[in-house]
């Protein structure tokens, strides 16, 4: 039974290998991203009724929902794409103007960001993004540094961020790791 008066621990569960892929239509200029949990990302040119993909590129990543330890309370993070670190490649973002006010309290920023495009796919919700951030402060050894999660819709153009995408170096197959 879920508990709302639980201070929660939280603990990655259902975790899926799968692939990020990134494709372009030449006709319309629309990019999206979707998740792949094919063992090899289809990476070949089709048409899907007026829109003709290519694929731009693919990365390994995973899928997963968090619980909480204690109560059990399972959130969901279908929506989430990846994240990423701000790298302050615009002086007027404001993910980077949040970094820089919280650079003196030793906090980093993440931003979590769903999939392309972003005005017609379901994006991470406040719920969802503050129970990354516990997740992740939770795991920190450092009680002197924090991490701060915001939101992909911070960020005025996607396209033209620099940002780095957090990825797992040490995702050599797309099979889950045996326990």
């Not at 990354?132 to 999660?149: A, G, P, W």
Request: proline share 3%; with cysteine.
């Amino acid at each position: 039974m879920q508990d709302e008066s639980c201070k929660h621990l939280w603990k990655i569960t259902n975790i899926k290998p799968c692939f990020i892929i990134n494709e372009f239509c030449y006709k319309c200029k629309k990019n999206t991203t979707y998740f792949s949990l094919e063992e090899r990302p289809p990476i070949e040119r089709y048409q899907e009724g007026e829109h003709f993909w290519n694929t731009l590129g693919y990365d390994q990543s995973i899928r997963f929902d968090l619980q909480c330890k204690k109560c059990g309370k399972l959130v969901k993070m279908e929506e989430l794409a990846g994240l990423m670190m701000c790298t302050g490649c615009e002086d007027n973002c404001k993910v980077y103007s949040l970094m820089k006010e919280l650079e003196k309290e030793r906090t980093w920023v993440y931003v979590a960001f769903g999939f392309l495009p972003f005005d017609e796919t379901k994006q991470l919700d406040k719920e969802q993004i503050s129970v990354l951030e516990d997740y992740f402060n939770q795991r920190r050894k450092s009680s002197t540094s924090k991490i701060k999660i915001v939101s992909g819709d911070l960020i005025e153009n996607f396209s033209l961020c620099y940002g780095n995408i957090i990825k797992d170096v040490d995702m050599l197959s797309s099979k889950p790791p045996e326990n």
